[in-house]
């Protein structure tokens, strides 16, 4: 096993190692837009204000349709037909190099990326016009992480509902935001089988959206919190049916009550507790409601602050 740099170095070496050397490095490692777009054509930084007035880095594509005539496209699409991961972060491809990059598509075919399987979009909604170029039918994993509490939730929606009308076959799903206000809907993604959560927050509609993720098996809360209204406000006896594995970490003790005794996990098999201030007594009474509600648990972990 060889770390991305050491990948590229070999590469160096001769070319009889150059193609297994960056076969592998493009398909199991997490390959940067900047890096591939240079691949495609040199570039040169613009300085520039957003829609919103902030000042920006954008990276323009120093071409033109012309200039990238369909052998050099193809021989790109050779190179990105090898990525299996794909991440976005702060590196900010000018809008119009993103409608270029479309227009080749529509000129010379694609798609971009026929074997993409992850998509990691880092950063905030300064990235918004780049995610399409990932968004690909087959795609089964994204992580969507970087959406801070200064960013509005509708960059937060727009780039969730890109990804879910685009990719209904998401298997794996991460979100790391501090906007998503009103919680998203999880059953737009069928297939989801699991999710991680950090420092969002759930609506009543929300939480119960994941009832409808029928193969849900593994679950992780981080810092999340309710929507005060939703505090109160599950009555009804949700059931994850496919729940197997749970994790809760840094949430207040009532909205972590209110969620484990709301729904109903009767293939739930672990559960651990981090960083959520129970009692001893509060403990075992939890423990033994559980244990009733979920007759295949085996593991209940409670973890204090250390």
Known sequence: FLLSRDLLNSAQVCRSWKDDALSVRWRFCSVGMRELMGQLASMEE???MDED???VVYNRLEASVEDLDKERWQAFLKLTSKIHILCISTFLL?????ELVKELIAAHGGPLFPNLRRFEIWSDAKILPMVSLGLVPDLTSVMMNGM???TSDD????IFSQVAESCTGIRELEIVTECAHSGPIFNVFPKLKSLS?????FSAESWRSLERCANLAELELFLVSLEEVAENSFAEDLEFGSLKELRITRMKKKAALVLLDGTRMPLLRSLRLEE???TEEEEKDLSDRLKVRCPDLKQIDFVSKA
Do not use: I
Request: aromatic share 16%; hydrophobic share 25%.
């Open 46 to 48: 613009e300085e520039g």
């Open 53 to 55: 007035g902030d000042y």
């Open 94 to 98: 000018h809008p119009d190099s993103v």
């Open 148 to 150: 801070d509490a200064c």
């Open 155 to 158: 960059a937060f929606e727009d």
């Open 197 to 201: 959560y950090w420092t969002g927050r």
């Open 276 to 278: 959520v201030e129970l």
